[in-house]
C-alpha cells in the first residue's frame, strides 16, 4: 500500500475523511501521540487498526470525539464525570465510562467490555477531523505495538509505512505522552495511566480522592498497563550515575556530576550519544522529548542507554511510568 502524507490542510482534511469513510486509516496529529485513526463505528476498520499495529486484538481503543456532547452518545457520563469533561476536555485526559447499549461503536473498538475509552482531544487537526467525519475515530498510538510512541509524522512513517492509508502531518506533538487514563467506572474514580492530567489535578476539581493503579497485580484492567511496552530495542538503565563504555546519555538537568565509566566527563560523549530530556530540568520539556530523544539514542552504535534520575513529582510520574516500561525486558 502506498501511504499518502500530507501536511494538515482543510482539503487534506476533506481527503482524510473520505478515507475514513470508506474504512481506511489515518495517522491523526493530537496533543500527545499522533493517533492511528478509524471510524469506532466500522469494525471491518477497526480490524485493520489491529491488523497493521500488529495489536493484541483483546486491547481495547480509546474512541476519540469532538466534544462532551458527541462523547455523551457512545458513554454513559455521571455527574461527576460531566464535571470532570466540563473541566480536562479537550485535552490529555482519556475517562472510562459504561458504554451506551444503542452507542453504535464497533465490539472490537470496546474489546467487548461494557465500558468505553473516550477522549476529546484538543489538537486543532484532531478536532477538526473528528468533526468533518461526523463519527468517533478509535486511535492508539500510530506506532508498531510494543514500540515508542510517535511524535513527530516521521516517526509513524518509520513505524507504520506503507500500513496506513494517509498521514496528517502537523509537525510535533506540545504534550508527548500519551493521555492520563481515569477509570470512572468503579466506586471511586482510579487513574490507570500516568500522563499529564495528575490524579491530584482532578481530585481538586470534583473533592475527593482519586486512586491509581499503574502496576496492577492481577491481569491489567488496561492493557497499557502490560509491563513491557513503550520499548527501544536495546536496554534502558534507570537512575545511572555514570555512562558506561558503549552507552548513550539520556540526561536531565546539568552534567557537572556525570562521568564516563573508567574516565572523563559526560559532557565529552560524542553528539550522537547524547541528549538531554531538558538542561533546566522542566518536566514538561521532558516530556515533550522522550521519545523522540529514545527513538534518537536507539542505534545499534550503542550497547544501552543510561537515563539519569527524574524526580517523581507531577509529570515526572508519567514519565518514570513509560522509562520503567521501556526498562523491562
Ligand atoms: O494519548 C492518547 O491517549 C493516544 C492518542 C492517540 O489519543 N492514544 C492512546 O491509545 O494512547 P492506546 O490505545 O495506545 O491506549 C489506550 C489505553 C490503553 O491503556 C487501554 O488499555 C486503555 O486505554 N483502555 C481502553 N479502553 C479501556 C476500557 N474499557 N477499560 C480499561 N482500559 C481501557
Ligand atoms: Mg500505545
Not at 476536555?89 to 465500558?115: C, F
Request: charged letters at 20%; proline letters at 7%.
Amino acid at each position: 500500500m502506498k501511504t499518502i502524507i500530507c501536511e494538515a490542510s482543510p482539503k487534506a482534511i476533506e481527503q482524510a475523511v473520505a478515507l475514513i469513510r470508506d474504512g481506511g486509516l489515518v495517522a491523526m496529529p493530537t496533543e500527545t501521540v499522533y493517533g492511528l485513526a478509524a471510524d469506532a463505528t466500522n469494525g471491518r476498520a477497526v480490524a485493520r487498526i489491529f491488523e497493521a499495529k500488529g495489536r493484541p486484538s483483546f486491547n481495547p481503543l480509546i474512541s476519540h470525539a469532538a466534544d462532551l456532547e458527541m462523547a455523551m452518545k457512545y458513554g454513559e457520563f455521571s455527574d461527576m464525570a460531566r464535571k470532570i469533561a466540563a473541566h480536562f476536555w479537550p485535552g490529555p485526559l482519556t475517562m472510562i465510562v459504561p458504554r451506551k447499549e444503542s452507542s453504535g461503536i464497533s465490539d472490537l473498538t470496546t474489546a467487548g467490555l461494557k465500558t468505553i475509552a473516550i477522549r476529546v482531544p484538543s489538537h486543532k487537526i484532531a478536532q477538526d477531523l473528528i468533526k468533518a467525519a461526523g463519527v468517533p475515530l478509535a486511535a492508539p498510538s500510530a506506532n508498531a505495538s510494543g514500540t515508542i510512541s510517535p511524535t513527530a509524522p516521521f516517526h509513524v512513517i518509520q513505524s507504520l509505512g506503507g500500513k496506513v492509508d494517509m498521514v496528517l502531518a502537523a509537525g510535533i506533538c506540545a504534550i508527548g505522552l500519551e493521555s492520563s487514563v481515569l477509570d470512572l467506572t468503579g466506586d471511586a474514580p482510579v487513574m490507570l495511566r500516568p500522563g499529564a492530567v495528575l490524579p491530584e489535578d482532578i481530585a481538586a476539581i470534583i473533592d475527593a480522592p482519586v486512586g491509581t493503579d499503574y502496576n496492577p497485580k492481577d491481569a491489567p484492567k488496561s492493557p497499557g498497563q502490560l509491563l513491557r511496552h513503550y520499548a527501544p530495542s536495546i536496554p534502558l538503565r534507570l537512575r545511572a550515575v555514570d555512562v558506561m563504555p558503549g552507552e548513550a546519555l539520556l540526561a536531565f538537568g546539568s552534567l557537572k556530576f556525570m562521568a564516563l565509566r573508567g574516565g572523563g566527563a559526560a559532557s565529552s560523549l560524542p553528539e550522537d550519544s547524547m541528549r538531554n530530556l531538558s538542561e533546566e530540568r522542566d518536566l514538561n520539556e521532558a516530556a515533550a522529548n522522550l521519545f523522540r530523544m529514545m527513538r534518537e539514542l536507539d542505534t545499534q552504535d550503542h550497547t544501552g542507554i543510561a537515563v539519569m534520575d527524574i524526580p517523581e513529582t507531577g509529570l515526572g510520574v508519567a514519565i518514570n511510568d513509560r522509562l520503567k516500561r521501556a526498562a523491562q525486558g
